[in-house]
């Protein structure tokens, strides 16, 4: 796939890598051992951030690429704009902050350049001119390659388009933002920008952090402790995103028609991803060799066309229930056009 408007070229879904280092993922030795895995299967995407496991997640990146000198076989993205210490310009996309932040992200890579470097979220204390200007220069001076933005609202990504076009400087080549069959919100105003500015879209948690694999029943002890699990308080990150009854019943469904065609549940939600108008590189996480092992298995593979047909209509219908917040796919599931109504 080509990274957008760009010439360079990346695997159709990308590995992300945001449990290394830290005491709910995997330690140094698993993580080396997933990235062999990824890289032997042919992915040459890798997305993390100096904010992930407070930077061991670069660390141990780095570690790796200096051990076994692979670091060109790869498309390296990282992030900045979060919180990585207790100063008060420890955050944010300031320049001030942003000549700070990829010095200390090319030092824990070990790496002379980041290709892929995104504001992590929109800061709307900084001009978006000051954040591109400096990401301007770092281009100029080879540290990064290309700028993108994560979790930018539409609004801010056609002005900050705007300003990349008036003042004639670089513009972001990527967007980052969650995107599943229980969160299509992404496709209301930014899929569609992003499609007709020519920007990448790599949409990050197409399994819904798990819910899209059949592991989260609708009773009993969360699995996945990154959550507050192997409790009974169905807490943390995973409640508050997806626990209520249209996005369990969506699954139920979702559920019934993998086994109805033999397929893994797995397949269907990222096959719905990846399939979706746009659509550069989903990124998945792994915290074990059996979770990656899923994922290749799921990848490496297609469900048929009539399966995916009833994954569309039950994603369709979900997001049709909630149009502001859900929009449908883009012509619904048989093709005809989708009217959103307020």
Known sequence: MKL???????????????????????????????????????????????????????????????????????????????????????IGASR?????????????????RIDLYYCHSW??????????????????QGKIVYPGCSNFPAWVISK??????????????A????????QPGLAMEVVPYAQANNMAIVPYSPLASGMLTGKHPRTGPI??????????????????????????????RLAAVAQKHGQPLIRLALQWVSDF??????????????????IIDAHSERAPDDAMAEVLAIADEFAASNPMLYPPRPGGASGRPVELRA
Request: net charge negative.
């Open 277 to 294: 108008p746009g659509v550069t590189s989903p990124i998945f996480g792994a915290r074990r060799i059996d979770q990656i092992e899923g």
């Open 96 to 112: 001030y902050h942003i000549v700070r932040a990829v010095e200390a992200s090319l030092r824990r890579l070990q790496t002379d």
């Open 175 to 182: 967007v980052q933002s969650v995107f599943n069959i229980l």
């Open 4 to 90: 957008g408007r760009t010439g360079v070229k990346v695997s159709n879904i990308c590995i992300g890598t945001d449990n290394y280092g830290n005491e709910f993922g995997c330690d140094e030795k698993t993580a080396h051992a997933i990235l062999d895995r990824a890289l032997e299967y042919g992915i040459n995407f890798v997305d993390t951030s100096d904010s992930y496991s407070d930077g061991r997640s670069e660390t141990i990146i780095g570690k790796y690429f200096n051990k076994n000198g692979r670091r060109d076989d790869v498309v390296l993205a990282t992030k900045f704009r979060s919180r990585v210490g207790a100063g008060i310009n420890d």
């Open 123 to 140: 800061d709307d204390e900084t001009p978006v001119e000051e954040t591109l200007r400096a990401l301007e220069d770092l281009t100029r």
């Open 223 to 252: 699995e996945d402790s990154k959550f507050g699990a192997r409790d009974s308080r169905r807490g943390g990150s995973l409640r508050n995103r997806y626990w209520d009854e249209p996005r369990l019943d969506a699954v139920d």
């Open 160 to 173: 900050s388009m705007w300003v990349s076009d008036v003042r004639n400087i670089c513009r972001f080549e």
